[in-house]
C-alpha cells in the first residue's frame, strides 16, 4: 500500500517513539531512582519496550507494584521529576526534519497528537521550536484528559485545522495509536521503528503502512 501525498491535507504524530527517542532518558531517570532506594537496576530493552504505557508502568516495571500500592503516586511524580530534568535531552528519529520540510514545502499542515502531560510536551515543544513550527501540538488537557485510544486529540486537532479525516495521516507506534486513528477514521502508518512492542496483532497489521523510518514516507 502506498500513500499519495496529493491525498493528504494534514499529518498527525504520536510524540513518544514516534517523533522523539525518549527510552534513554526515562532509562535514566527510572534508574537513577532504584539506585536511591537500593534497588536493582532495570536493563535498557525492558524500559524501552513500556516507554508508550507511560511513567505508571516503568514505576511498575521497577518496583514491581501496582497503581493500587501506597507509594505508587508518590513514586511516579518522583520519576517524572526526574524526567523533566532530561527531558530535552531526546532527539528525533532519523528523516523527521525532512519530512517536515516536505510537509511545509507542500503547503501541508502537521501537529503532535500525544499522551504526554501538557507540561512535558509543551517544555519539549518550546525547545525544537515545535510550538512555533507546527499547526497544532495536542496533550490530554486539551480534550479533558481523554487519552489516546480515545480519539479526541485527533478529532481535536483536524476540527481546529478545518480538514476531514479522510484526508488526515496519522503517525504512531502503539495499539493505542493505532485504535485512535481507527476510531477517528484516518489512515494510519505504524512505526516498527517504535516501542510498540507488538502491542498492535499481526492481522491488523495486513491492511496499514509499516514504516521502519520515517524517511520512507518520502520514497
Known amino acids: 500500500m502506498l500513500i499519495n501525498h496529493t491525498d493528504i491535507d494534514l499529518y498527525l504524530f504520536d510524540l513518544d517513539g514516534t517523533i522523539l527517542d525518549t527510552a534513554k532518558e526515562f532509562h535514566v531517570s527510572l534508574n537513577f531512582l532504584l539506585q536511591q532506594k537500593k534497588l536493582i537496576e532495570k536493563d535498557f530493552s525492558s524500559v524501552r519496550q513500556i516507554v508508550s504505557e507511560g511513567a505508571g508502568a516503568l514505576i511498575s516495571l521497577g518496583f514491581s507494584i501496582s497503581d493500587n500500592h501506597a507509594n505508587f503516586e508518590s513514586l511516579r511524580k518522583e520519576l517524572i521529576e526526574e524526567y523533566e530534568k532530561i527531558c530535552t535531552d531526546s532527539v528525533t528519529f532519523g528523516g523527521f526534519e525532512e ?31 515545535w510550538n512555533e513550527m507546527a499547526d497544532i501540538v495536542i496533550s490530554p488537557e486539551d480534550t479533558e484528559n481523554r487519552r489516546k485510544p480515545d480519539p479526541s486529540g485527533i478529532n481535536l486537532a483536524i476540527k481546529k485545522l478545518n480538514c476531514s479525516p479522510e484526508n488526515t495521516l496519522f503517525f504512531g507506534d502503539h495499539f493505542k495509536d493505532f485504535e485512535a486513528s481507527k476510531r477517528a477514521k484516518t489512515s494510519f502508518i505504524f512505526a516498527e521503528y517504535g516501542y510498540h512492542n507488538n502491542s498492535i496483532k499481526d492481522e491488523d497489521l495486513n491492511d496499514i503502512v509499516k514504516i521502519k523510518s520515517l524517511r520512507e514516507i518520502l520514497n
Not at 503547503?107 to 525547545?127: A, E, H, Q, R
Request: aromatic share 16%; net charge positive.
Open 99 to 129: 519530512l517536515i520540510k516536505f510537509i511545509k514545502d507542500n503547503n501541508k499542515k502537521w501537529g503532535i497528537v500525544t499522551n504526554k502531560p501538557k507540561f512535558l510536551t509543551d517544555k519539549i515543544s518550546n525547545f525544537y521550536k
